[in-house]
């Protein structure tokens, strides 16, 4: 069995320029882990990229000119961001759809640190609030490649298996357990953070409409929702209380076989006085 343990932060600003029909950077890679490196970063970065957070800073000054006791001012200062990939490969054939072939487990994590800064209106003493916290958000997530061949072409790994990925800060918080989504092409409605086959993804028709549903979310909690915007960017959603349920409506990409990510954080914000927690999820989609 051979192991490797890449720590890589030069390549962060790299892979986030990357398409799915991006062309390799080099046209032979040097080592098989070489290789099943950029099948996941570079070939599926709209898959493999973990990023949850949103660092746009609100408008303060119009909060301090009309500030609002019930809807406070939250954003994120990342500081540091650390990057971190295991790559096994081990010496057993598995089966596959081209007959035994060998296969490699990759485990990737990125944490994001920084503070979380807080702006509040205290109604009572007639008194802006400032709070700033410490925070190490941390992600993850799975990936399985199989060498299919010998090609020059990244040496004839491809990504077979890939999991959603999983977020956690200050041991985790309380995240909605009926979290679901609604949809005409599909009968299921629950998403899937377990390693899937690709083909197992679920799938979305072009431009669809999706109804996402919640409820277990204390009011004074901050989500972030990440939703689809213009097929290849993402915008921050607002969800809205209808009949005792958060729903979210969502316009699914209009590119065929584009992959992408719906991503749920939910962080204690309205505890003031209590350190940071958070608990965050990112479910794979395709498009049809």
């Not at 070489?34 to 570079?42: C, G, H, K, P, Y």
């Not at 390693?195 to 972030?224: G, K, P, W």
């Amino acid at each position: 069995m051979r192991k490797i343990i890449w720590i890589f932060l030069a390549l962060a600003g790299l892979l986030l320029s990357c398409d799915e029909d991006s062309n390799p950077i080099d046209s032979v890679e040097a080592t098989d882990e070489e290789a099943i490196f950029n099948v996941i970063m570079l070939d599926h970065p709209r898959l493999s990229v973990l990023d949850i957070l949103s660092t746009d800073i609100p408008d303060t000054l119009t909060f301090t000119e009309t500030p609002d006791a019930a809807n406070p001012l939250y954003w994120h200062v990342v500081d540091t961001t650390y990057e971190s990939i295991t790559i096994t490969i081990s010496n057993t054939q598995v089966d596959s759809p081209v007959g035994l072939v060998y296969q490699s487990y990759a485990h990737y994590t990125e944490t994001y640190e920084g503070t979380f800064e807080i702006l509040a209106y205290n109604s009572s003493a007639d008194s802006l609030e400032r709070y700033s916290k410490e925070f190490s958000l941390a992600g993850s997530r799975n990936v399985y490649c199989q060498k299919w061949g010998t090609s020059s072409q990244r040496r004839g790994w491809v990504l077979t298996s890939i999991s959603g990925a999983s977020f956690t800060a200050g041991g985790g918080y309380n995240f909605p357990d009926d979290l679901y989504y609604h949809c005409q092409s599909n009968d299921d409605s629950a998403f899937v953070i377990s390693t899937q086959e690709t083909d197992d993804i679920v799938r979305f028709d072009a431009e669809e409409q999706l109804t996402l549903t919640y409820n277990d979310i204390s009011s004074t909690d901050l989500v972030y929702i990440f939703v689809p915007d213009e097929n290849y960017s993402y915008i921050l959603a607002t969800p809205e209380l209808v009949d005792g349920s958060y729903q979210v409506q969502i316009t699914m990409p209009s590119v065929s076989r584009l992959w992408g990510q719906l991503r749920f954080l939910v962080i204690n914000a309205g505890q003031y006085s209590q350190n940071y927690k958070a608990t965050g999820h990112s479910y794979n989609y395709r498009i049809r």
